[in-house]
């Protein structure tokens, strides 16, 4: 599907890529302010905000990929 491959890092607009996303909500879960987070990322609180909840265009799909990549090791 052509609209999936534009979402996340993989679109033109793209501002952070899928592994700040994750290091985004990591910061976040361990109490990091979204102030904080934006100001390091150089984005605004809304995009870290619609991060947080997971309203972003990027997708799980990378964290889902770590994890069978741990299991594809073991």
Known sequence: ??????????????KLTNEQVISIR????KGFSVNVIARNFKVS??????IVK????HTFDLEIRNIFRIFDKI
């Open 1 to 14: 599907n052509v609209s999936n491959n534009r979402r996340g890092e993989n679109h033109p607009k793209a």
């Open 45 to 50: 609180t809304w995009n870290i905000m619609e």
């Open 26 to 29: 990591d910061l976040f879960k």
């Open 54 to 57: 997971r309203q972003s265009g």
